[in-house]
């Protein structure tokens, strides 16, 4: 990071703004008090959970709020230019020429019925007159600049034929083309998988070096902000409470927020025997009902008197380079800290490790055929085609352990919880639970071997049918496996209620009376209602928030030691299954790549695919040493998998081997460690000669 | 695509075979006695009985469908022996049947118990032969018999010695006849070789009549479409635009109520207002209260004619397709690619024009195809208000009078526009939309 | 942290402040505030009617084709019968009442509640739910073969349709609420098989199969629920349609037999005389107008504000 104090005037300059939307009966400040600047080659991150304004602020800057919204105070100063209030022509000509934007996902923000290349091409025609040939000249030349293949060609594609990452890149292209003073990035890599979003945001720090733009970049997710910005903002509710640079921010964070949100997030490499994962207690406030004084005082374990009445101002706090929104924020050590008593702290015990396995899969396929599109198809007459979504996985559960399952988008992984769970049945394999065989749909099951396997679901708003109380959802498992008489049912209901740390004046709720996170309790309540013995989890905390994150994988922890219950834990998020989990199993477009124990898993030898996974992985701490593997290419179809490795094609390690055409042929599960091994043509001794992939902080 | 493609035509060649058989089985369960309708109440059961074995309808249900779709020809071929062929008549232009005896057309007819065949010549004209060696023995009763073909196009079975008396429809009335058949089999082609059959009001092939009243109905539509199409995804697109201004209001709840307005209020009110009440004050008006349709032509030429029924399927359709318009491209206008245009700091006609409307257009689309059998039930209501000689009218009016032939052949007709113009509307929206057209 | 800290949002609504909030959704929207008003004017009208009307409605006590005067207010018919007196009647067959013929086995030759319009699109929204729902959540076969149908059934022109079972079947309360009941259920059963695709995505439907429940359960207990609000907009539109049909059934001639005066059939018989007495078609063709846009512009500004609520 060269510069990384401002010189010059900034290019853009917020002082205490406020967004207000027009709601029914009156309106909600939406953002508050909202100050910051950027300068040229700077990128300033604002990070906060959802709801918490930060596309709001993004919106007002480029004066898009909807019909119902508005910048009720502050000022928005763009190179010294006013731009609130600033309408019609003089704002058009800023938006795509000075500013430009990139959005959460590329896939909608692109025109499905338009060529790239004239979406692309409008933006410098328009903007300054370009002839068609020159902007078309140009349009290739800025895809190539953001490395994109084939560029001349994907200017006459649409939107639908490239694939995320490329859409990605195309959009970023198109912000770039008119090389704007300020680029706004709202959540540019958060639908993307962590490999692609690895190298987005590997563009994204390339291009503010060379470009020298000032960006604003929008994301949840500390160890992107910390990976691509050099100065950070914190927001909660409405209003920004910490402000520094990213070094000061990450390693000595002032508001008792931004220090809460860091307790929150498990550290890759931290596991749940030696670290704990400690929540913020209760919720954000709504913007209609947020309190008088410290918006955060409420759920802050230093409030005092002040904090209720007085409404603190962002400040510089002495000593450090931090700005913070606090009364306090001198006296507060973060490294004093110790949990409230409220907040539920799971203990681990060791578990006793008889280790007697409960599951047993063995080379378990999963084939979906697919149709294709040629006349011969619809007749029939070819030969029939397999999506192999799964192929020959393999892998052991011990009761009362948890085996964690990682993969990017399309791995197979979400294929094969379905078809352990029935949802699905089996092309070929074997599938043992409990001595009973599970290969097949859940239709030929025995209801007592339903009653023992049971799941818990990704999308907390899903989870639960709106139309049924939380009572009748947790219920209807006893009455449906009859493990509870029917008078008792209300009574066991509310004790697991009680269990989720949910009272039992939930019982009577509806749905959409609820939280994320207490939708996502319920969700577990009646997974665990008919008692199963294994409980499959499909990314449980993917779609939540991170401190509410804490307290859903808490629970988990708790419900398993209390039931001694079994988990399958899928998760795209490899800190949390590293956290979470006794046993992980990597996978890669259908095959297993890696199965071990957790901690194994996370060092040396890694198969190739672990190593560039682990890479890619943003870690909440700028000063992280990661090692920087990326990998080439798109995944291929599954229709069409390469033979052999399926990771051949991508494999950064692959030309270390004598003979790169042995990946063509399939490759032997090695044994590299007690229950460890890696589905590799590398010996064990060139597995285990890489370097790690994260160094110890410094 | 082609399995897109090749799936809409096996679904609307099923859609068609599946329509024609309810339409058949409903007509079928439903029509009751037709010959009480042909002859008159005040016909014998007798009578109506003769009639309707020479309708052919003392055949099963599935015969007479099979016949209706494909033709009975290759049927009854075994019976009469000789290879059944259609000539048309020089005079009327209609089809008749002849059997094609070794190259000889030939029908046949019994007098006074003797077996006659009529040999066609080249004129036109047949020459009558005494035929009594065609008789043939049933072994079983030991009578004879001989399958031919009458000079009704039927296909008939003669008894030698034992004539029906039997009751003939003729241009002079009903008599009774000796010498006739024991058992018809009218002949035809089918539908799908291009003979709807005879219409039983007035006896003559139904594809003579329907041929005119569906090019008048076609008349009507089309200009309808033409005045309607532009006009609505006009007004749609303005209303869409400017959602939720008062433009916007205007048009959609105008177009609500035009659309909720029946057709009959509609064409009432129109020929109260402009048909009626206008003539009062400005005797030259071109509108017509009533309209006199001389003859099937009459709107060639007298075009006036249809200014009022044009009117009134418009102010129908146009609400519809406005309101649809105007949905979609409240949809399109909100969603997140019109987001990046404008923020791509593009000008709002070229946003609209370039980004939104192609989007906006291709729900419309279908939609509007599909619509167009809807918008059939409208013509028929227009039609039948303005007593227009369309394809509408001949439905009422047969389904009035229990026409299975003309009521099967005009659905017939509805149903198939309906389901090609929605292949129609799948096709545009596949080539409008590039993501299903490049998959 | 649960009960103590539970915000506005959170607390409990009971039955009644559910319904009060639709209600105050209802009067938020001017448009849904003008259609409710005028579908109530004709209830209104109708239960009146039941009771007390001007004058007989289905008796020639005055002298024909007599205009809007002091005595009767909207005029006399063709025959001499009371027009306001006939058009109040109208709304019972459609609306209040539905007349069962003589040898139907319950309740033969009495009436029914609900008139054949509600009864009518009430017999289309229960096929075509149990079409749309096995369409749709049970996909394959059975969505093809019931989407084949149905096509057949669209394709059908439904003015033929009704004309044919009408021919088929003859003229009665009945086969009209038949012939409304089988144009209606393929375009609820559309609308129930795309309600059903995106409902059968979401993670509670895969909890019940997880489960093991039954198809029939999932589809009727964890589905249906859920789809009943675009159901109940989509129903009142139908009823619209409904009379609509029933409307232009009376006026082609084919539909709601006598005693009871048919609005459509009014307006056939005004036609007739539309030169001697210009007077007679307005009545009727504006309260067909005026309630099938009624329940329009009621359905619609529920639709637009039940959207913008949840937005």
Known sequence: MKSEESVGPPVLKVENLAVAYKVRGGEVEAVQDVSFEIHRGQSLGIVGESGCGKSTVAWSIVNFLGANGYVKRGSIKFQGQELVGKTGEALRRLRGDQIAMVYQDPMQALNPSMRLGDQLREVLTVHRGLSKKEAERRCIEMLERVYMPDAAAVMKRYPHQISGGQQQRVVIAMALLNNPALVIMDEPTTALDVTVEAAVLDLVAELRRDFDTAIMFISHNLGVVARVCNHVGVMYAGEMVERARVGDLYANPQHPYTQGLMRCVPKLGSDKVSSILYPIRGRVPPPDNRPAGCIYGPRCDYAQDRCQHEHPALRPISGVGNWARCHFAEEIDAAAWTPPEEIPIPTIDQPQSDNQPIMQINELSKYYEVRGDSLRDVFGLSQPRYVKAVERVSFTVPKGKTLGIVGESGCGKSTLIKTIIGLEDSSSGEAQFMGFDITGAIQQRDTQLIRELQMVFQNPDSTMNPSYTVGQQIGRPMERFNTVPKNQIRSEVIKLLEAMRLGSNYYDRLPRQLSGGEKQRVGIARALASQPDLVLCDEPVSALDVSVQAAILNLLLEVQQQFGTTLIFIAHDLSVVRFFSDYVAVMYLGQMMEIGPAEAIYAPPYHPYTEALLSAVPIPDPKARQKRIRLEGAVPSAMNPPTGCRFNTRCPRRHLLPDPDICLTEPPWRDVGPDHQIFCHHTVETLSSFDPVIAETV | MARFLVRSVISTIVTMLLVSIALFGLIEVGSGDITVKILGIESTAEQRASYRAQLGLDQSAALRYIGWLVGNDWLVRGRVGHKLVTVKNPQTGEDQWWADVDGQLTRWRMRSGELYALLRQENGSSVEVLANDGWQLDPETGTEFFWGVNDNNSAVKWVRGAGERVWVRTSAGFRQQGDGPQQYIPLRKGILRGDPGLALQTGRPVAVTLIPRIRNTAVLAGVAFIVVMPLALVLGILAGVNEGKPLDRVISVGGLAATATPEFVTGIFLILVLGIWLKEIWPGSPFKAVALFTSPDAIFRDPTLLLLPVLTLTAVELGYVARMTRASMVEVMDSAYIRTAIIKGMPYRRVVLRHAIRNALMAPITIIMLHVNWLVGGVVVVEVIFGYPGLGKYIYDSAIFGDFNAIEAAAMVTVFIAVVTRLIGDLAYTLLNPRLRYT | ?311
Not at chain 3, 94 to 107: E, V
Not at chain 3, 141 to 161: N, R
Request: glycine content about 10%; charged content about 15%.
């Open chain 3, 1 to 311: 942290m649960a009960a103590a800290t539970s915000s506005p949002r959170t607390e409990q609504l009971s039955r009644l402040q559910r319904w009060g909030k639709t209600v105050r959704i209802i009067f938020e929207s001017r448009v849904a505030t003008v259609g409710l008003m005028m579908v109530l004017f004709w209830f209104l009208l109708g239960f009146i009617s039941l009771v007390w009307t001007p004058y007989r409605p289905n008796f020639s006590d005055f002298e024909q084709n007599l205009r809007p005067n002091s005595t009767n207010w909207l005029g006399t018919d063709h025959l001499g019968r009371d027009i306001l007196s006939r058009l109040m009647a109208g709304t019972q067959v459609i609306l209040l009442k539905t007349r069962l013929p003589g040898d139907f086995p319950i309740l033969g030759g009495k009436a029914i509640p609900g008139g054949v319009a509600l009864w009518g699109v009430f017999g289309s929204l229960t096929l075509g739910s149990v079409l749309g729902l096995n369409a749709g959540y049970r996909s394959g076969w059975w969505d093809q073969i019931i989407m084949q149908l149905l096509d057949a059934l669209i394709a059908f022109p439904q003015i033929v349709l009704y004309l044919v079972v009408i021919a088929a079947l003859g003229q009665g309360d009945l086969v009209v609420i038949l012939a409304i009941t089988v144009t209606g259920a393929p375009g609820v059963a559309r609308l129930v098989r795309s309600l059903t695709l995106d409902i059968k995505t979401r993670d509670y439907i895969r909890a019940a199969e997880t489960r093991g429940e039954s198809v029939w359960f999932i589809m009727f207990r964890e589905i249906l629920p859920n789809i009943r609000g675009p159901l109940l907009v989509d129903s009142m539109l139908r009823v619209g349609y409904a009379i609509f049909a029933i409307g232009t059934l009376g006026f082609l001639g084919i539909g709601l037999p006598p005693p009871d005066p048919d609005w459509g059939n009014m307006v056939n018989d005004a036609r007739r005389n539309i030169f001697f007495n210009q007077w007679a078609v307005i009545p009727p063709s504006l309260a067909i107008a005026t309630l099938v846009i009624g329940l329009n512009l009621f359905a619609d500004g529920l639709r637009e504000e039940i959207n913008r609520y949840q937005k």
